[in-house]
């Protein structure tokens, strides 16, 4: 299996239609979503300035959608990093072997993240050692 690149990281945003009602922000699983999901949860209340994250993982995939505020999130493959800031309705990917650490930019961001995985404390890579073990093995 291919690692993930830092270069394949973008941000992208998910279809929002607008009206007097509101709006309504829409994923198709079979468009939006590029697996299929078996564990979601959501951060919120997150006071502004702080970092949450600063891991990645070895086998699950995750999509970070931006539901309300800013985020700033920290991409790294072990070598290079890379910031993103996700504002609402916007996400991005986060493969197998990249880490990321998102920052909570607005006191009201709420961060969806929708992944591939059950939740497994062994599927974590906490250290950038780890991780450059991990792209070794390619």
Do not use: W
Not at 63 to 90: H, N, T
Not at 123 to 137: C, K, P, Q, S, V
């Amino acid at each position: 299996m291919s690692r993930a690149e830092l270069s394949d990281v973008a941000v992208k945003r998910l279809t929002a239609r607008r009206d007097a009602r509101g709006e309504l922000v829409v994923a198709e699983l079979s468009k939006d979503v590029p697996f299929a999901i078996a564990r979601l949860f959501y951060v919120r209340d997150v006071p502004a300035g702080t970092v949450r994250g600063r891991h990645g993982h070895y086998r699950c995939r995750q999509m970070l959608v931006c539901q309300s505020g800013r985020i700033a999130v920290d991409v790294g493959d072990g070598k290079d990093e890379r910031r993103f800031i996700l504002e609402s309705g916007e996400y991005l990917m986060l493969e197998p072997g990249l880490m990321g650490a998102e920052t909570y930019l607005d006191e009201n961001s709420i961060l969806l993240v929708l992944c591939d995985q059950p939740y497994n404390p062994e599927d974590y890579i906490h250290t950038g050692e780890a991780l450059a073990e991990f792209r070794a093995r390619g």
